[in-house]
């Protein structure tokens, strides 16, 4: 057996036998005897020919199989994982995890950097100094001392998939359903939490483009979670637009820690974080009904127990709480206000480029190697279909170096005063479930 063989068959749009997708996790990502030139032609192949259930089982079951799975089982209490396939502005892991906890949920999550023009969960809380390399045994200490943890992929915990997702990043290969399933399932899988709770972006903004393909990767990651038993719920969400206002690393800290404090970005994410944590208590049966979980739910925050347990947290996992104290996690050296040219209401035309406009400033990466500016960023003053005048302020582009005019003009290129407003597209487009 041999790449080049492999790499022919998919190109030639062939099915993979088992044999042959474990032969190729292995020597790539363990044996290294498959270079990355010769791996990405076949994620490339992967990309434009897709692969049948069968493969996507396969692969999702090698990458699993290339580290360890971990137990909980002996901790008490509810375990519960949730993921989201990546959007832009999309804080809501970070604000939803303390919640969950507050409420005696066992949060057990595994996260990514950024990927293209959405950013990562792990490169957000590191503009704190957050630690995700725990070592073995601190997941299980962090899940009885405050009841959640964020890691990243590690040694011994699907490191297949943490090579392969690398790679993906740097060599246009993120967009595939059965590329985009298997990363995300073997990292669930391998944390082997009791109920899997999944946020598929779909629009502009999302690798996903339309409620089509968006059903299809929901389905097939359910499919898979059901061989392995277990209990999966698919939000199918709109990423036709930034989600909040804040777009890049520290500032989406800054207003997760806003929103756990009760200052809301936009009546949209609240609403969207409100469903989504009520949904998660209802499905866990820790509370009956939907009203009871929402009603609950507003009072941790009004009565700080979420932030409280925020703090808990970031500081078990080692964040700089004076940086948190001071605010000086983000401190931008250079900022550009952007204004309107005239009056109306606002419409972003491409949310993607709202991505990588963020990325532009610094706070993404082009090559897998490139470092970050935590302190890069856009705060959209103004969201989608808010009224607004002529020069006022729509946004403020935040950089650590000065800001390129190119980069402003591509921001004002992308925007559209309308004289009215705009019909507005649900946040939650579709929910999906294997829960009887």
């Not at 790499?7 to 044999?19: F, T, V, Y």
Request: proline share 2%.
């Amino acid at each position: 057996m041999n790449i080049i063989d492999i790499i022919n068959k998919k190109r030639k749009n062939e099915a993979l036998q088992q044999d042959e997708i474990m032969y190729f996790v292995t020597e790539y990502t363990q044996k290294k005897s498959i270079t990355d030139y010769q791996a990405a032609a076949l994620l490339m192949a992967i990309v434009i020919n897709g692969m049948n259930s069968d493969e996507t089982y396969f692969l999702t079951k090698a990458m699993l199989e290339s580290g360890k799975v971990r137990d909980y089982s002996k901790i008490p209490g509810i375990k519960i994982d949730k993921h989201s396939t990546g959007g832009i502005g999309d804080k809501v892991s970070i604000i939803l995890a303390p919640i969950c906890a507050y409420f005696g949920l066992k949060v057990a999550k595994m996260s990514g950097r950024g990927l293209g023009f959405t950013g990562g969960t792990i490169d957000k809380l590191e503009s704190i100094g957050f630690d995700f390399n725990l070592k073995t045994g601190e997941d299980m200490q962090l899940l009885k001392k405050c009841g959640l943890f964020i890691m990243s992929q590690t040694a011994d915990v699907a490191p297949a998939d943490g090579v392969i997702y690398a790679l993906r990043n740097s060599s246009g290969t993120v967009e595939s359903i059965p590329l985009i399933a298997s990363s995300v399932v073997s990292k669930k899988l391998a944390l082997n939490a009791d109920y899997i709770f999944l946020d598929v972006k779909v629009g502009d903004g999302a690798f996903m483009k339309n409620i089509g393909d968006a059903t299809i990767l929901a389905k097939t990651m359910i499919d898979i979670f059901t061989k392995f038993n277990k209990k999966t719920v698919v939000h199918i969400t709109n990423m036709d637009q930034p989600l909040g206002r804040a777009i890049g690393n520290g500032l989406e800290i800054k207003a997760a820690i806003d929103f756990l404090n009760g200052s809301f970005e936009c009546d949209e994410i609240k609403d969207l974080i409100y469903t989504f944590v009520s949904d998660i208590l209802v499905a866990t049966k820790i509370f009956k009904t939907k009203k009871e979980a929402l009603s609950a739910i507003d009072e941790c925050i009004k009565n700080k127990g979420a932030y409280k347990k925020f703090i808990e947290w970031v500081t078990s996992q080692k964040a700089d709480i004076a940086a948190i104290n001071s605010g000086k996690y983000f401190a931008p050296k250079y900022n550009y206000e952007i204004k309107a040219n005239s009056s109306g209401y606002l419409s972003y035309k491409k949310t993607e480029e709202m991505g990588m406009i963020s990325l532009l400033l610094g706070a993404g990466r082009l090559k897998k190697t490139d470092p970050l500016d935590y302190h890069a960023g856009i705060w959209l003053n103004k969201i989608q279909n808010e009224s607004v005048k002529k020069n006022e302020v729509i946004a403020t582009l935040y950089s650590s170096k000065p800001i390129n005019l190119d980069v402003v003009s591509r921001f004002l290129t992308n925007v559209d005063i309308k004289p009215t407003k705009f019909k507005a597209t649900p946040t939650i487009l579709k929910v999906l479930s294997n829960i009887k």
